[in-house]
T-cell receptor, first 114, second 114 residues
Framework: ELKVEQNPLFLSMQEGKNYTIYCNYS?????LYWYRQDPGKSLESLFV?????AVKQEGRLMASLDTKARLSTLHITAAVHDLSATYFC??????????????FGKGTKLSVKP | NAGVTQTPKFRVLKTGQSMTLLCAQD?????MYWYRQDPGMGLRLIHY???????AKGEVPDGYNVSRLKKQNFLLGLESAAPSQTSVYFC?????????????FGAGSRLTVL
């Protein structure tokens, strides 16, 4: 059974600080996704990581994937208030009878304070 | 370009009533999903489909049925609603296949069961 765990679930940061969100998953997969959700809104895609060692960066956010450790990280550099949101990682299964199964972590609620 | 459209956006039901949530996508995506989102639980996969005429169970399928008679539509049914099904429901679609399965989400449907 595919399980996806994120930590921390809540993160309160000061502007200008750095932090990392971790995403662990339980089964073999080389496809990992990060999404952002603003309060009361739907989810938007941030990053797609498709191979071991993949690294993607967008502004103050950088995501990486280690498929051997079954671990992805989302690193926040010099946080600003606009980054306040809930961040989800998701993993899907692209083989066998479970093809298409796409599971989300519980999300990390990030609050950036001045 | 509408993307993913969910109807209705809000609904209040009494225990034991039935209803159907409709999801429509205009991106010619093969894969479609229904998730529910509850506080502290992230997004949990209810059912998904990897193509027209196919459906599969996700993490929390009990109490729900789905149908994918047309490629562009994915229906979620509640035969006998229970208060535990009070939630925000999100439909999503993705291209699936060997490449990235980035999901496009609908705006969500808020269901309250009294």
């Amino acid at each position: 059974e595919l399980k996806v765990e994120q930590n921390p679930l809540f993160l309160s940061m000061q502007e200008g600080k750095n932090y990392t969100i971790y995403c662990n998953y339980s089964t073999t997969s080389d496809r990992l996704y990060w999404y952002r959700q603003d309060p009361g809104k739907s989810l938007e895609s941030l990053f797609v990581l498709l191979s071991n060692g993949a690294v993607k960066q967008e502004g103050r956010l950088m995501a990486s994937l280690d498929t051997k450790a079954r671990l992805s990280t989302l690193h926040i550099t010099a946080a600003v208030h606009d980054l306040s949101a809930t961040y989800f990682c998701a993993v899907d299964v692209n083989y066998g009878g479970s093809q298409g199964n796409l599971i989300f972590g519980k999300g990390t609620k990030l609050s950036v304070k001045p | 370009n509408a993307g993913v459209t969910q109807t209705p956006k809000f609904r209040v039901l009494k225990t034991g009533q039935s209803m159907t949530l409709l999801c429509a996508q205009d991106m010619n995506h093969e894969y479609m999903y229904w998730y529910r989102q509850d506080p502290g639980m992230g997004l949990r996969l209810i059912h998904y489909s990897v193509g027209e005429g196919t459906t599969a169970k996700g993490e929390v399928p009990d109490g729900y049925n789905v149908s994918r008679l047309k490629k562009q539509n994915f229906l979620l049914g509640l035969e006998s609603a229970a208060p535990s099904q009070t939630s925000v429901y999100f439909c999503a679609s993705g291209s699936g296949g060997r490449g990235a399965n980035v999901l496009t989400f609908g705006a969500g449907s808020r269901l309250t069961v009294l």
